[in-house]
């Protein structure tokens, strides 16, 4: 099944939306901006998604936390652009990549705590103004670096974040 815009299932924009949102598991793929501009405050994805499209949550000013569906692997480009309320981000251990702003705009982020899985950030994933702290988790057996161009993440790099490497169990 599909939710979205133009879906090949030919279901239309949401446009009513409820505070609190659960999506069904039988759900495993949206279209882009399926969801821009809603209400939400807390949303439960499909746990079969495993990539979240285009501008999905762009401008979504209520979400205050998402957590990210058990088999999601990538996060494309300005997913949730501008959703200026979401402080924070529930990564699952499967997470590979955030694409091109994948969280831009997300300024009242201030913490953020990076899996072992993830192996590319691209430019501007995070770039939230107000984020102080980023950990980044790392298996004994991995190399404690910075994913790609992470370090490109800030828009002002007068307010880089402290980073922490931290040391997990597989």
């Known amino acids: 099944a599909a939710v979205g815009m133009e879906s090949p299932w030919g279901v239309e924009y949401v446009y009513y939306m409820p505070d609190i949102y659960y999506m069904p598991d039988s759900v495993t793929m949206l279209s882009f901006e399926c969801f821009k501009y809603c209400g939400f405050k807390k949303v439960r994805l499909s746990n079969n998604l495993t990539r979240l499209p285009v501008y ?57 705590v990076i899996p072992p899985s993830m192996n590319r950030i691209e430019k501007y994933a995070l770039s939230s103004r107000n984020i102080k702290e980023i950990i980044i988790e790392r298996y004994p057996d991995q190399k404690q670096e910075i994913p790609c161009s992470f370090v490109k993440t800030w828009y002002d790099e007068k307010a880089k974040p402290i980073i922490k490497f931290k040391t997990v169990k597989r």
């Open 56 to 112: 999905l949550f762009d401008s979504c000013h209520n979400l205050k936390e998402i957590t990210l569906p058990e088999n999601l692997r990538n996060v494309a480009e300005r997913a949730f652009w501008c959703c200026s309320s979401l402080e924070k981000i529930n990564f699952n251990n499967k997470i590979q990549s955030l694409d091109l702003c994948a969280f831009a705009h997300c300024n009242a982020i201030t913490k953020l």
